[in-house]
Every structure is written in structure tokens, then in C-alpha cells.
């Protein structure tokens, strides 16, 4: 008891005494504090604050010394008369306990931005994608050739490349804004010799997964039609089809008809026609850049469960009136470039066939009789014309903000015509014909903020209508009595309208994040006709709003990571899509690199096959509604190792992608009843890719090992089986010789075969390897000050007998006979051209 009594009497007197410490600085603390000063050392003044206030400081007397104050100010508290006073030096205040710290703040280094763009030395045209080093680390220029970072270097030295020019000195620079001009290694088709400059590869490929980047100007020198030099380019890349050349569509890595999409200056392109590999849907002239992505691609590119090919127009020529003109034995193409003002230009492209490109030939086909094959030979007579334009107006201001509209408008038509006795009692008569009508247009304005920050803007709209009509009737030889008359007429129409909103965040020099959202509508009209049944105006609109956000992320200097998520909602189903994406490289050293992709991509439109009566393919196009026809949707990933010097490249990447939700309608009574089925489909493989570039030549070999295999509802087994797209084994190799002003050129596509629909296959036809050599030669020359060229190549050399990929027919004339028809693949073509340059 008497021991608790003594612990109370302790604690009061600890109590009395910590409140005679504490009251008189609470008290100080609580009362107001005036400061009158001018010029008067801050050391000093906060002494006057101290004595006034009772409060207890903590500093160093030299560095506050020399920060002088003037202030006429009466304040609440201590507290904040300390702070008020050193806020405007770099001196901060930490309170511990009842003392005030006040301790100078860590200098921020400053920021230096870097911005500008990289150009044509000759025409001023920007130059997209370029690739920079800055201070060792590696950038890229944006879609308008433009960059823009902030780094704590006051200078810093940069060089810069892209594909067909000469790589530029290491530039030093200080901060602002710069033009970096870099000088095409071929203007027109002149070789521009600078010496001791190395000229940037004529494609890159294995700095990321699943991209390629290609020169367009190596394409010119290939064989070939020059209409057609992009796609004859694409060809020879891995992991794009050349066997069986479709005429129809690009196929990449496995995926199925419209499963890829080709953009030209931000508007689709949906129809890719090259009858015998004449005319592309693409004109090359007007073309500056292409960027292939085959799959495993980042956040920022959605709407196909397969491949994209992005193609950038050029802007013109802002500085000179330039004229180009080839001329060929099929067609006549002509590119005219006007400056307008000071920063714009008006680009305007035509091409045209001026005859039929096609001359009547004989072709053996099989007719079946029972289970008798028997070759017959029958005439066919075809036609063929086509027509495009494209129109482009763009202006650059003075920041680099990039304004343009782009313009394209395309027809070609082709059909056929047969009239042949088939044997001796039976004569077919047949025409067949197919009219495409396609438009584009875009309107974009890209702008270049203060900070480094990048806008841009796009508006766009892509449409094709198509037309099909077919007839043919089977007549008795001997009584002329009509045994068979069939017609069919089909109609399809597609359209996208998209208004886009993008923006990229410089947050340093080794990062930046990136997003956007979109509104894309997307419309389809299927119109089917015949004499036993009629389907009419079957229309379908599907609308969606997507958006997506990625970060790009420099780790040191070996780690590159690019995360990223896009979402879509569908407003035909009420549902949101989600598609998680990262690529990614491990980097070893400037010249070796382990590149990764994977990610979720969904497809809303879908190019629907159609198996006939007769067992044939024909395709359209129709909206996914996610009922009779479901979104499809893809898992893909990608990995592989790339070795690249200044003169050699080596790509190695193997590729996996699962396609779910596959539409096939099925108008056949052998598969079932006639419906639209739901299937899946696998593909995977690997591609290889080796370059050597040698003196001013050129030499590469790509192959790639691939399988793809499909399961649909209808078939009997729920097994796997070999997709019509199924190839196991393609070779490709290219060598371009420069001997300026001459230039020589070869190249080879040796393919295992595309699987043959089941009825070609019971006609005995069965699954061929596809082999197609190709050479050409042109020489450059100069006349009265006008650049010029002309040239010669040759489509299969050795003529070699090849089929078409999914160009077959099957004509019926009775229980058991039929006549089976097949597109024969490019046969020996000889060209002959002629380019000016004005």
C-alpha cells in the first residue's frame, strides 16, 4: 500500500513536470509571429523566430547565411512562418520530435528535350520508323518520321538509318529541334554512290517478334511486274505464302482468308487482287513504307485474329515538281508530285491496263465418268482490265505537325468465257465473270507537343463491293436439247468507318506510354441468287469501341518490355473483349537478341468459305453477331533469337497460334445438311531468315516449316485433319546484283504443295509441289537530263506446271459425270518496261 502510494506521488510529479517543459512551447507555438524584413540573412531571421516563438531550430548557419530575405508578413504559428521563409530557396523542412530541420535540398539535374524528324535529303519526304542510336540506346522515329524525348544530357550524339539510305555520321546536338537528313542509296533507279557510308539493309527483320520492316525500292529490281513490286516482294519473306499464289488475299503464318488485314495510310484494304501476279492492290510508286507484322504483335494493332501489313503512303514532294511514268506490256502508271505553298504538296497516282491482259489458251482439264478419269482439252477465253487512282494532299507545319488526306479509289474485272464439246454427246458453254469496286479514305493530323508528348488523329473509311455472276448450260451435241442451265449471281459489299484518338507520353528517354481509343463501325450485304435457291439482302452492322493502353520500358541495357491491353466493346452483343498483350527482347549485345510476343486478338468481321453443291470454295464477307456467326478469336505466341551486323542478318522464330470460332457454311449434302458450322484450327511452325549483303549486292534464302490443321462441327470424325491453307515446306531465295547502271536479279519459291479440295483429289489430281524460278535485268541510263530505265523479266522460266491456290471448279452433268476445272498458276510470262523519271 504504501509502496502504490509512492508510485502516485512519482507520476504526478512527472506529469507537473513534463507540462512546465511543454506549456510554454505550446503556448509560443499557438501565438502569432510577425516578420518585417529586407535583404536580412535567413539565418538570422529565423533566430528572430526562434526567440520570439520558443521554438527549437536546426540548421547550418554558413549555408543559410547566404539566402537574404525581405518579407512583411505576420503568420499563425511558428510553423509556418519556418516554412513560408525558406520556400522559395532549395532548403526543406523536416520537424522531429519538437525541432525543426531545415536541410538543403538535392539539385534535380535539369531536362533537356530533344525533338525533330528525319527526311529525304532529296524530296524532304519524312521518313517513318527510322531507326536512331542516341547515346548508345536505340529509338525509333513515329509514323510521321518524328521523335522527341527528355534526357538530363546537355548534348548528345545520335545517328540515324532507314531502309535504302545511307546511315548518317554521329551527329552531336544540343537541345531543340532538328532535321535529320539522310540520302537515298537509289533515286528513282540511279545508284547515288557516297563513299566511306554504309547504307541501311533493305529489311529488317528480328528486331522485334514477328516484324518485318521492308525496303519498297528492292522490289522494283525484282522480277516482276513494277505494279505489282510490293506484293512480289512479301512473297519472298518468311512465313507469308507464295505457293499456289492467292490472288485474293496474304496469307500469313497459317491464318485463313481475311484473317489479315492490309492499311494503306490508315483505311483497309480489303480486296489484294494480282491476277498472275501483274497488279497489286497497292501502287508502289506512292508507297514509302511497309511494316509487316505476322503475329505475337503488340497492343497497338487489333481487329484480326492473324497478320497485318501496315503500308505508308508518301506525303510528296514539297520542294520540286517531280513526274514518273512506267509503261509496260500490260499497263501504264504514272505518279505526279506538286508542291504547294511552302510545307504542302499534292500527290496524284493512276494506273491502268490499255488491253486485255489475257490471250485465249488451251487448257487440259478431267472429266469423270463413273469412276473414269478422262483428260479433255478445252478453250478458254479470258479478260481482265483494272483501273486505280490514288489522290493525296499533305502539309507539315513548322513544329512538324503533319496533316493529310488520302484518296483510292480501284476497279478491275475479270471473266471468262468457254464453249467446248466435252464429248461426244455433251457441249458446256460457260462464262464467268467478277467485277470488285473499292474505296478508301483518310484524313489525319498528327501533333508534336512542347513536352515531347505526340497526338495524332484519324479518320477513316475502306469499302469493297463485289460482284459475281455465273452461268453455264450443258446441251445434247446431237438433238441440241438444253440438259442443264444453272445461274448463279452473288453479291457481297464490306465497309469500316473508324474515328481514332492516339497519344504518346515521353516520360524518358527509356520510357514511354502509349494509348488510345477508337470508335469503328463495320457493315456487310450478302446477296446470293440462283436457279434453286434465292437469298437475298442478308445485312448485318456491327459497331464497337475499343481502347487500348501499352508501356514501353527500357530496363538497362538489356531488357525491352512492351505491356499492354486492349479492350473492345461490342455493341451487337452487349459484351467487352479483353486482349492482354506483352512483347518483349532480351538484348545481349548490339548484334544478338532474344525477341518474344504473345497476346489475345479478337475479329469481329469474318471472310465466311462457302462449299457449294459441288464441293468448291467461294468466300464473303459478314459481321460476327456471336450467334450463327461467332467473333473469332486467336491465341498467339512467338519467340526466336536474331543475329544482325551491318552486312549480314540471321532471324530464327518459331510461332504458335490457336484460331477458335472459324464460320464455313455448308451448302453440300455429303457433309451434312445445308447450315453454318463452327470450327477451330491450330497452326505452328518455324521461320528462318538469312541476308548477306556483299559490296552493293544482295543475296537471301527464307524457309519456313509449318502445319495447320483444322476441326469443324460437320466433320463425321471430331478429328484434326489438313487445312486447305496446310503447307509443310516452303523455300524461298533472292539475289539482286548491282553493276550500276546495271542491275540483275533472280529469285526461287519451292513449295511442298497446298492440300487440294476432296473432289479434286477423287479426280486423281492430287496434292504437287509448287517450283517457280524468276529472272530479270534493267539498265539505267540518262537522256537530254531525263532519268531512265528500261528492263525485262521473266514469271517461271522453266515454264513449270503449277496450281493455283483455291481456284478449282467442278461442273456436274448427270449422277456421275462432272468436269473439274483448275486455275493454271503463273505460266512462262516474259515482261518488257520502261520508266522515266522527271
Given at each position: 500500500m504504501l509502496f502504490q502510494k509512492s508510485m502516485q506521488k512519482i507520476q504526478i510529479r512527472v506529469f507537473i513536470l513534463s507540462f512546465a517543459i511543454l506549456f510554454p512551447s505550446l503556448f509560443t507555438m499557438a501565438q502569432e509571429i510577425s516578420v518585417s524584413v529586407e535583404n536580412q540573412p535567413l539565418n538570422s531571421v529565423l533566430i528572430q523566430v526562434r526567440d520570439s516563438s520558443g521554438v527549437q531550430l536546426s540548421f547550418d548557419d554558413d549555408l543559410l547565411s547566404t539566402f537574404l530575405v525581405t518579407k512583411n508578413q505576420t503568420y499563425n504559428t511558428a510553423e509556418e512562418a519556418i516554412i513560408d521563409l525558406v520556400k522559395d530557396f532549395p532548403l526543406g523542412v523536416e520537424k522531429r520530435g519538437y525541432v525543426f530541420l531545415i536541410i538543403a535540398k538535392e539539385k534535380e539535374p535539369p531536362k533537356y528535350r530533344y525533338s525533330g524528324f528525319v527526311r529525304d535529303k532529296r524530296t524532304g519526304e519524312t521518313l517513318p520508323y527510322s531507326h536512331l542510336v542516341i547515346n548508345g540506346s536505340k529509338s525509333i522515329s513515329d509514323l510521321n518520321g518524328g521523335f522527341s524525348f527528355i534526357t538530363e544530357n546537355e548534348q548528345i550524339d545520335l545517328r540515324a538509318s532507314h531502309l535504302g539510305y545511307y546511315i548518317t555520321d554521329t551527329l552531336s546536338l544540343h537541345p531543340g529541334s532538328h532535321e535529320i537528313w539522310l540520302e537515298p542509296s537509289?533515286?528513282?533507279?540511279?545508284?547515288?554512290?557516297?563513299?566511306?557510308?554504309?547504307?541501311?539493309?533493305?529489311?529488317?527483320?528480328?528486331?522485334?517478334?514477328?516484324?518485318?520492316?521492308?525496303?519498297?525500292?528492292?522490289?522494283?529490281?525484282?522480277?516482276?511486274?513494277s505494279d505489282n513490286s510490293i506484293f512480289n516482294l512479301l512473297r519472298l519473306q518468311p512465313g507469308i505464302l507464295a505457293s499456289g499464289e492467292s490472288s485474293n488475299d496474304v496469307l500469313i503464318r497459317g491464318a485463313y482468308e481475311g484473317q489479315s488485314k492490309v492499311v494503306f495510310d490508315g483505311f483497309p484494304v480489303f480486296g489484294v487482287k494480282n491476277y498472275n501476279d501483274n497488279i497489286g492492290a497497292v501502287n508502289p510508286l506512292i508507297t514509302k513504307d511497309i511494316e509487316v507484322l505476322k503475329s505475337g504483335y503488340n497492343a497497338k494493332y487489333g481487329g484480326r485474329a492473324g497478320g497485318i501489313i501496315n503500308i505508308a503512303g508518301i506525303n510528296g514532294n514539297n520542294r520540286d515538281f517531280s513526274l514518273q511514268t512506267n509503261i509496260n506490256n500490260f499497263t501504264v502508271n504514272s505518279l505526279v508530285e506538286i508542291p504547294l505553298f511552302k510545307k504542302s504538296a499534292l500527290t496524284m497516282a493512276l494506273r491502268h491496263t490499255y488491253y486485255n491482259l489475257y490471250n485465249p489458251e488451251t487448257h487440259s482439264i478431267t472429266r469423270n465418268s463413273g469412276n473414269n478419269e478422262i483428260p479433255v482439252d478445252i478453250k478458254v477465253i479470258p479478260s481482265y482490265t483494272f483501273r486505280d487512282a490514288n489522290i493525296k494532299y499533305s502539309t507539315q507545319g513548322k513544329n512538324g505537325n503533319l496533316f493529310y488526306i488520302s484518296l483510292f479509289g480501284a476497279g478491275d474485272k475479270f471473266s471468262y468465257k468457254i464453249n467446248e464439246e466435252i464429248n461426244t454427246q455433251r457441249n458446256l458453254e460457260k462464262s464467268s465473270e467478277e467485277n470488285n469496286q473499292q474505296i478508301g479514305i483518310s484524313l489525319y493530323y498528327g501533333k508534336n507537343w512542347k513536352q515531347g508528348n505526340r497526338s495524332s488523329f484519324l479518320l477513316s473509311l475502306g469499302t469493297l463491293s463485289t460482284i459475281w455472276n455465273e452461268l453455264y448450260t450443258i446441251t445434247n451435241s446431237n438433238t441440241y436439247d438444253t440438259l442443264i442451265n444453272r445461274h448463279y449471281s452473288t453479291g457481297n459489299n464490306i465497309s469500316e468507318l473508324k474515328a481514332s484518338f492516339e497519344h504518346k507520353i515521353a516520360i524518358g528517354k527509356n520510357h514511354s506510354l502509349e494509348f488510345a481509343a477508337a470508335l469503328v463501325s463495320n457493315s456487310t450485304a450478302l446477296t446470293y441468287d440462283s436457279t434453286e435457291i434465292r437469298i437475298t439482302n442478308i445485312e448485318s452492322n456491327s459497331a464497337r469501341l475499343n481502347t487500348y493502353i501499352q508501356d514501353h520500358i527500357k530496363i538497362g541495357e538489356?531488357?525491352?518490355?512492351?505491356?499492354?491491353?486492349?479492350?473492345?466493346?461490342?455493341?451487337?452483343?452487349?459484351?467487352?473483349?479483353?486482349?492482354p498483350r506483352i512483347t518483349g527482347s532480351l538484348i545481349a549485345n548490339e548484334k544478338l537478341r532474344l525477341n518474344f510476343g504473345l497476346g489475345k486478338y479478337y475479329q469481329y468481321i469474318s471472310k465466311t468459305a462457302m462449299i457449294d453443291e459441288n464441293g468448291q470454295l467461294r468466300y464473303f464477307w459478314i459481321t460476327c453477331d456471336n450467334n450463327a456467326i461467332p467473333i473469332i478469336n486467336s491465341n498467339q505466341f512467338v519467340f526466336g533469337p536474331s543475329f544482325s551486323t551491318p552486312d549480314f542478318q540471321f532471324s530464327a522464330e518459331f510461332f504458335y497460334t490457336k484460331i477458335n470460332n472459324i464460320s464455313r457454311f455448308i451448302r453440300n449434302s455429303e457433309y451434312s445438311q445445308e447450315d453454318i458450322y463452327k470450327g477451330e484450327a491450330y497452326t505452328m511452325g518455324l521461320d528462318l531468315y538469312v541476308r548477306k549483303d556483299f559490296s552493293k549486292h544482295s543475296a537471301w534464302v527464307s524457309y519456313t516449316l509449318g502445319q495447320t490443321l483444322e476441326r469443324f462441327d460437320y466433320f463425321l470424325k471430331p478429328l484434326y485433319r489438313r487445312a486447305i491453307n496446310d503447307q509443310r515446306h516452303e523455300v524461298k531465295a533472292a539475289l539482286l546484283l548491282n553493276f550500276n547502271p546495271w542491275y540483275i536479279s533472280g529469285n526461287y519459291v519451292f513449295g511442298s504443295g497446298v492440300k487440294l479440295p476432296v473432289y479434286i483429289e477423287n479426280a486423281g489430281l492430287y496434292e504437287?509441289?509448287?517450283s517457280r524460278l524468276d529472272i530479270s535485268g534493267s539498265f539505267a541510263f540518262e537522256l537530254k537530263n531525263i532519268d531512265m530505265e528500261a528492263g525485262i523479266s521473266i514469271l517461271n522460266l522453266f515454264n513449270t506446271e503449277n496450281i493455283k491456290y483455291s481456284n478449282f471448279e467442278r461442273i456436274t452433268y448427270g449422277q456421275d459425270n462432272s468436269v473439274n476445272l483448275f486455275t493454271e498458276a503463273v505460266p512462262f510470262t516474259p515482261t518488257i518496261n520502261f520508266k522515266i523519271f522527271l
Amino acid at each position: 500500500m504504501l509502496f502504490q502510494k509512492s508510485m502516485q506521488k512519482i507520476q504526478i510529479r512527472v506529469f507537473i513536470l513534463s507540462f512546465a517543459i511543454l506549456f510554454p512551447s505550446l503556448f509560443t507555438m499557438a501565438q502569432e509571429i510577425s516578420v518585417s524584413v529586407e535583404n536580412q540573412p535567413l539565418n538570422s531571421v529565423l533566430i528572430q523566430v526562434r526567440d520570439s516563438s520558443g521554438v527549437q531550430l536546426s540548421f547550418d548557419d554558413d549555408l543559410l547565411s547566404t539566402f537574404l530575405v525581405t518579407k512583411n508578413q505576420t503568420y499563425n504559428t511558428a510553423e509556418e512562418a519556418i516554412i513560408d521563409l525558406v520556400k522559395d530557396f532549395p532548403l526543406g523542412v523536416e520537424k522531429r520530435g519538437y525541432v525543426f530541420l531545415i536541410i538543403a535540398k538535392e539539385k534535380e539535374p535539369p531536362k533537356y528535350r530533344y525533338s525533330g524528324f528525319v527526311r529525304d535529303k532529296r524530296t524532304g519526304e519524312t521518313l517513318p520508323y527510322s531507326h536512331l542510336v542516341i547515346n548508345g540506346s536505340k529509338s525509333i522515329s513515329d509514323l510521321n518520321g518524328g521523335f522527341s524525348f527528355i534526357t538530363e544530357n546537355e548534348q548528345i550524339d545520335l545517328r540515324a538509318s532507314h531502309l535504302g539510305y545511307y546511315i548518317t555520321d554521329t551527329l552531336s546536338l544540343h537541345p531543340g529541334s532538328h532535321e535529320i537528313w539522310l540520302e537515298p542509296s537509289v533515286m528513282g533507279l540511279e545508284m547515288v554512290i557516297i563513299s566511306d557510308k554504309t547504307i541501311e539493309k533493305s529489311s529488317q527483320i528480328g528486331q522485334k517478334a514477328g516484324v518485318m520492316r521492308l525496303n519498297k525500292m528492292i522490289g522494283f529490281h525484282l522480277p516482276g511486274n513494277s505494279d505489282n513490286s510490293i506484293f512480289n516482294l512479301l512473297r519472298l519473306q518468311p512465313g507469308i505464302l507464295a505457293s499456289g499464289e492467292s490472288s485474293n488475299d496474304v496469307l500469313i503464318r497459317g491464318a485463313y482468308e481475311g484473317q489479315s488485314k492490309v492499311v494503306f495510310d490508315g483505311f483497309p484494304v480489303f480486296g489484294v487482287k494480282n491476277y498472275n501476279d501483274n497488279i497489286g492492290a497497292v501502287n508502289p510508286l506512292i508507297t514509302k513504307d511497309i511494316e509487316v507484322l505476322k503475329s505475337g504483335y503488340n497492343a497497338k494493332y487489333g481487329g484480326r485474329a492473324g497478320g497485318i501489313i501496315n503500308i505508308a503512303g508518301i506525303n510528296g514532294n514539297n520542294r520540286d515538281f517531280s513526274l514518273q511514268t512506267n509503261i509496260n506490256n500490260f499497263t501504264v502508271n504514272s505518279l505526279v508530285e506538286i508542291p504547294l505553298f511552302k510545307k504542302s504538296a499534292l500527290t496524284m497516282a493512276l494506273r491502268h491496263t490499255y488491253y486485255n491482259l489475257y490471250n485465249p489458251e488451251t487448257h487440259s482439264i478431267t472429266r469423270n465418268s463413273g469412276n473414269n478419269e478422262i483428260p479433255v482439252d478445252i478453250k478458254v477465253i479470258p479478260s481482265y482490265t483494272f483501273r486505280d487512282a490514288n489522290i493525296k494532299y499533305s502539309t507539315q507545319g513548322k513544329n512538324g505537325n503533319l496533316f493529310y488526306i488520302s484518296l483510292f479509289g480501284a476497279g478491275d474485272k475479270f471473266s471468262y468465257k468457254i464453249n467446248e464439246e466435252i464429248n461426244t454427246q455433251r457441249n458446256l458453254e460457260k462464262s464467268s465473270e467478277e467485277n470488285n469496286q473499292q474505296i478508301g479514305i483518310s484524313l489525319y493530323y498528327g501533333k508534336n507537343w512542347k513536352q515531347g508528348n505526340r497526338s495524332s488523329f484519324l479518320l477513316s473509311l475502306g469499302t469493297l463491293s463485289t460482284i459475281w455472276n455465273e452461268l453455264y448450260t450443258i446441251t445434247n451435241s446431237n438433238t441440241y436439247d438444253t440438259l442443264i442451265n444453272r445461274h448463279y449471281s452473288t453479291g457481297n459489299n464490306i465497309s469500316e468507318l473508324k474515328a481514332s484518338f492516339e497519344h504518346k507520353i515521353a516520360i524518358g528517354k527509356n520510357h514511354s506510354l502509349e494509348f488510345a481509343a477508337a470508335l469503328v463501325s463495320n457493315s456487310t450485304a450478302l446477296t446470293y441468287d440462283s436457279t434453286e435457291i434465292r437469298i437475298t439482302n442478308i445485312e448485318s452492322n456491327s459497331a464497337r469501341l475499343n481502347t487500348y493502353i501499352q508501356d514501353h520500358i527500357k530496363i538497362g541495357e538489356h531488357i525491352e518490355i512492351t505491356p499492354g491491353f486492349r479492350i473492345n466493346y461490342a455493341a451487337a452483343v452487349n459484351k467487352l473483349f479483353g486482349e492482354p498483350r506483352i512483347t518483349g527482347s532480351l538484348i545481349a549485345n548490339e548484334k544478338l537478341r532474344l525477341n518474344f510476343g504473345l497476346g489475345k486478338y479478337y475479329q469481329y468481321i469474318s471472310k465466311t468459305a462457302m462449299i457449294d453443291e459441288n464441293g468448291q470454295l467461294r468466300y464473303f464477307w459478314i459481321t460476327c453477331d456471336n450467334n450463327a456467326i461467332p467473333i473469332i478469336n486467336s491465341n498467339q505466341f512467338v519467340f526466336g533469337p536474331s543475329f544482325s551486323t551491318p552486312d549480314f542478318q540471321f532471324s530464327a522464330e518459331f510461332f504458335y497460334t490457336k484460331i477458335n470460332n472459324i464460320s464455313r457454311f455448308i451448302r453440300n449434302s455429303e457433309y451434312s445438311q445445308e447450315d453454318i458450322y463452327k470450327g477451330e484450327a491450330y497452326t505452328m511452325g518455324l521461320d528462318l531468315y538469312v541476308r548477306k549483303d556483299f559490296s552493293k549486292h544482295s543475296a537471301w534464302v527464307s524457309y519456313t516449316l509449318g502445319q495447320t490443321l483444322e476441326r469443324f462441327d460437320y466433320f463425321l470424325k471430331p478429328l484434326y485433319r489438313r487445312a486447305i491453307n496446310d503447307q509443310r515446306h516452303e523455300v524461298k531465295a533472292a539475289l539482286l546484283l548491282n553493276f550500276n547502271p546495271w542491275y540483275i536479279s533472280g529469285n526461287y519459291v519451292f513449295g511442298s504443295g497446298v492440300k487440294l479440295p476432296v473432289y479434286i483429289e477423287n479426280a486423281g489430281l492430287y496434292e504437287k509441289p509448287y517450283s517457280r524460278l524468276d529472272i530479270s535485268g534493267s539498265f539505267a541510263f540518262e537522256l537530254k537530263n531525263i532519268d531512265m530505265e528500261a528492263g525485262i523479266s521473266i514469271l517461271n522460266l522453266f515454264n513449270t506446271e503449277n496450281i493455283k491456290y483455291s481456284n478449282f471448279e467442278r461442273i456436274t452433268y448427270g449422277q456421275d459425270n462432272s468436269v473439274n476445272l483448275f486455275t493454271e498458276a503463273v505460266p512462262f510470262t516474259p515482261t518488257i518496261n520502261f520508266k522515266i523519271f522527271l
